[in-house]
């Protein structure tokens, strides 16, 4: 792979030891999320200064929750009755986040788009974007419900860490992927190694070794056409109240997605100061589209449902040029309906059939 | 700048239009520059904000005027407003009606009930403009007389020179000779150039699709059709996730959307 440690000046190792001083540092400087071994998986939860000294756990996929309502919280104030107090609890303190995975970057990647990048700043995920520090790991333990490889991505990061760590024999090869990483680095000083090829190689081996795992069980998902081709097809075919029978519009998948950033604003006045909430929102709830004087254009469950597919890979890459879904598999996890997407796409792609065209126009 | 934030805004007087319609005249804090067709979120601090296009002329930008009518919780609030009272604005959002295709066209525009209002701001526009476009037919229609909006101005706006206005309401009623019947009825004998007209058509959904419906028969192209659709626009950037129409995000893409970009689109039009 010609990824050889002596040629790569920010390609490092460190001991354990090593990782519990930084994190015993970051917890002390700023709120420190990190992995939590629960009954289901890992969690993400806050450590308090004095509990990073013991051993950080390692999670070899991404945890539970997603990381997006660190930066898009689930319910925000994000703007108040007078201008000039408006800018009033918009500083959110400082968050670092260890165990970060491929994918959850991916996801913040898209977000990044959304709600900082482009016309529109969300003002507390721009506030808290700019103080945050990200610490990803190369998955080593993917979940079955796994497929970022089915959207071209990898199990491991490639872009949008701080610092990156993959274990190895001793420790970890430690990737350095930005100024903030660097300056992180500088402080640790002699907590850092250069890397030698043996571990980088031995890293690259573990990656490969995991890809070839997350795309081995992701075969029998694999569709001949992108995804966004199945969709389209079926826009007029009865083949959503199928795949959407067993679907009791929990909303789990959109707040579990790391991508999924409906929001609805809702006024209110809690103290007598008028404040403007951000609320998470999800597309597959019956109010989601509900107009003035309670028209909805979605009004059955059906339409909704396949409106969630096809924003993710149809209208958001359009919209957006990328595809609002990392295949991080959490929606899997957490449907009580039992749906898979992967197990969707594919029945979108194979049991087309015209007998099932419900308007012929 | 955030984007969330309103900016404040004084009523400074409340027109009542019909018993469900009100306008209200606004003097934001600043100039608002707007293009007819694009709209603003009108709130009140506290309470909720709904989207409105601005019924007056684009070409004020320090004083605009929303036509409202009272359908939901945000709307029964601002009915309740007096002059003096204080809303908060954000906007204007979207593309506005696309005026550089009117240029030396007919321009048939197609109203029903509060839809007027939109429309509007367009024919202010239109009426400043009559040097490049050759005629400007207005079809408007309410259920019933009382709810005819604007009904002040319609005989001054049939007098203007290359103007035509019809008015229709949906069933008979006591008092009113005028002409009976939907909006679609108005369309079936109309006396336009149609291989040089355009039509830009604001109302109900329903009335909509008829309306589309009846201008194809006449053979208005899907090119030369424009609808202001409705659906649920809150953050007013195509980002909060409800107000699509297939591809499309009606707060940036729309409000007004050619036909031609949405017919192939399933349930696009209810
Ligand atoms: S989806 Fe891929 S990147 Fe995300 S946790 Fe699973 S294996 Fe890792
Ligand atoms: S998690 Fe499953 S059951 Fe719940 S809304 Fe999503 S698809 Fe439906």
Redesign the pocket.
């Known amino acids: 792979m010609g990824v050889a440690g002596e040629q790569c000046g920010d390609v490092l190792f460190m001991e354990p030891g090593g990782l519990r001083d930084l994190l015993r540092g970051l917890a002390g400087e700023s709120a420190l999320l990190s992995p939590t071994r629960t009954e289901h998986g890992f969690d993400l939860i806050r450590v308090e200064p004095g509990e990073a000294a013991v051993d950080p756990p390692w999670n070899g996929?991404?945890t539970i929750p997603p990381l997006k309502g660190l930066w898009f919280r689930p319910a925000a104030v994000v703007a108040r009755s007078t201008p000039e107090t408006s800018g009033a609890g918009l500083d959110p303190a400082p968050i670092a986040v260890y165990g970060a995975?491929?994918?959850?970057l991916q996801g913040l990647a898209i977000l990044d788009r959304v709600l900082r990048d482009h016309v529109f700043r969300e003002p507390v995920y721009c506030a808290s974007r700019e103080r945050n520090l990200i610490i990803s790991g190369d998955?080593t333990e993917?979940?079955e419900s796994?497929?970022?490889?089915l959207l071209g991505?990898?199990?491991?990061p490639t872009a949008g860490f701080d610092l990156n760590l993959a274990p190895v024999s001793g420790g970890y090869v430690v990737e350095v992927g930005s100024a903030r990483g660097r300056a992180l680095v500088g402080q640790h000083t002699g907590r850092f190694a250069p890397a030698s090829s043996e571990q980088v190689e031995e890293r690259d081996r573990a990656r490969q070794q995991?890809e070839e795992r997350?795309r081995r069980q992701n075969e029998r998902f694999a569709t001949r056409e992108p995804f966004e081709r199945a969709i389209e097809k079926n826009l007029k075919t009865r083949i959503w109240g199928e795949v959407a029978a067993t679907c009791v519009e929990c909303g789990a998948c959109n707040l579990a997605c790391p991508t999924c950033h409906c929001f609805q604003l809702q006024d209110a006045a809690p103290s007598g100061a008028p404040l403007r909430f951000s609320l998470w929102d999800s597309c597959i709830s019956a109010g989601h589209a509900r107009m003035a004087g309670g028209g909805t254009p979605r009004l059955q469950l059906t339409e909704r449902f396949k409106n969630h597919y096809y924003h993710k890979f149809v209208s958001f890459p359009r919209n957006w040029g990328v595809t609002a879904c990392?295949?991080?598999?959490r929606c899997i996890d957490v449907c009580p309906g039992r749906i898979d997407k992967r197990s969707v796409l594919l029945q979108l792609e194979t049991r087309w059939i015209p007998s099932e065209v419900a308007e012929v126009e | 700048m955030n984007d969330l934030q309103p900016m404040r805004a004084r009523v400074e007087d409340v027109q009542v239009e019909t018993p469900t319609i009100r306008t209200f005249v606004l003097r934001p804090e600043r100039p608002v520059p707007f293009r007819a067709g694009q709209f603003v979120q009108l709130g009140i601090p506290g309470i909720g904000e709904a989207p409105f296009t601005p019924s007056s002329s684009p070409a004020v930008a320090e004083r605009l005027e929303t036509t409202v009518l009272r359908t939901g919780f945000v709307t029964n609030a601002l009915h309740a407003l007096e002059p003096g009272a204080e809303v908060g604005l954000r906007g204007p959002f979207g593309k506005g009606y696309p005026i550089d295709h009117f240029r030396d066209r007919e321009v048939l525009v197609v109203g029903g009930g509060v839809g007027l209002a939109p429309l509007r701001a367009l024919l202010y526009h239109l009426f400043s403009a009559m040097h490049w476009v050759r005629r400007v037919v207005i079809r408007y229609g309410a259920r019933n007389p009382a709810e005819l909006c604007f009904r002040r101005q319609y005989a001054e706006w049939a007098a203007l020179e290359r103007v035509d206005f019809l008015e229709t309401i949906d069933r008979p009623a006591a008092g009113w000779n005028g002409r009976v019947g939907l909006v679609t009825t108005l369309l079936d004998d109309l006396d336009i150039d149609i291989p040089n007209a355009c039509a830009v058509s604001c109302g109900p959904e329903v009335m909509l699709k008829f309306v589309t419906y009846k201008l194809l028969d006449i053979g208005l192209p899907p090119e030369r059709i424009f609808l202001s659709m409705n659906r649920n626009m809150s953050c007013g950037m195509g980002i909060c996730g409800r107000c699509n129409v297939g591809p499309f995000f009606l707060c940036k893409d729309g409000p007004d959307m050619c036909y031609a970009d949405i017919k192939d689109i399933p349930y696009a039009l209810g």
């Open positions: 996929a991404r995975r491929a994918c959850d998955c993917p979940a796994c497929f970022c490889t991505g990898l199990p491991h995991v997350v990392t295949g991080c598999g």
